[in-house]
T-cell receptor
Framework: NAGVTQTPKFRVLKTGQSMTLLCAQD?????MYWYRQDPGMGLRLIHY???????AKGEVPDGYNVSRLKKQNFLLGLESAAPSQTSVYFC??????????????FGDGTRLSIL | AQTVTQSQPEMSVQEAETVTLSCTYD???????LFWYKQPPSRQMILVIR??????QNATENRFSVNFQKAAKSFSLKISDSQLGDTAMYFC???????????FGAGTRLTVKP
């Protein structure tokens, strides 16, 4: 049982380039989340999805887009990468929301550096 | 907006001793949930303990327990019989019922010394 898998684990981009981060979960969870973690700060929610075909903005959505075409996958896109988007990105999933009695399952993170 | 504050950036404790990590939060809501997450050097986020605000009883999970003071908006984590494997960043987190925007504190780096 793989849980939550993030691809890639590391990436270096140049300013202005685009890329997509993939999150895949095999637990049949409805809810999926993308967070970013910056030094000296906790995780901050970028976007989330409460089911296939749905997405919504979190605390820091600017500069990112997401899609949830399949229930098991949640994609995070950077259309024109900026140095301020250098961060570690985490994906998480849960059967219900984070208030539920089943915890969020996190991936191992993607370290993204933008030069 | 809800905020979560962890005032101790770093702490250390001797193996087998007890340590308490502090967390305060700000909210005007009554129905919410509080969490402590552990992030070891492997980077994986692991749920340590969860507290429902409407429950007065403090949550416990083996060596981990919380002191939940609702009126003071305080939610501290006590680790008893500290082990080397407890060395990690610890994040306090908050979410309201039916709200997907979970808020995290800045974290406390805990080092357990042999």
């Amino acid at each position: 049982n793989a849980g939550v898998t993030q691809t890639p684990k590391f990436r270096v981009l140049k300013t202005g380039q685009s890329m997509t981060l993939l999150c895949a979960q095999d637990m049949n969870h409805e809810y999926m989340y993308w967070y970013r973690q910056d030094p000296g700060m906790g995780l901050r929610l970028i976007h989330y999805s409460v089911g296939e075909g749905t997405t919504a903005k979190g605390e820091v959505p600017d500069g990112y887009n997401v899609s949830r075409l399949k229930k098991q996958n949640f994609l995070l896109g950077l259309e024109s990468a900026a140095p301020s988007q250098t961060s570690v990105y985490f994906c998480a999933s849960t059967p219900r929301g984070p208030w539920g009695n089943q915890p969020q399952h996190f991936g191992d993170g993607t370290r993204l550096s933008i030069l | 907006a809800q905020t979560v504050t962890q005032s101790q950036p770093e702490m250390s404790v001797q193996e087998a001793e007890t340590v308490t990590l502090s967390c305060t939060y700000d909210t005007s809501e009554n129905n919410y949930y509080l969490f402590w997450y552990k992030q070891p050097p492997s980077r994986q986020m692991i749920l340590v303990i969860r507290q429902e605000a409407y429950k007065q009883q403090n949550a416990t999970e083996n060596r981990f327990s919380v002191n939940f003071q609702k009126a003071a908006k305080s939610f501290s984590l006590k680790i008893s019989d500290s082990q080397l494997g407890d060395t990690a960043m610890y994040f306090c987190a908050f979410t309201q019922y039916n709200n997907n925007d979970m808020r995290f504190g800045a974290g406390t780096r805990l080092t357990v010394k042999p």
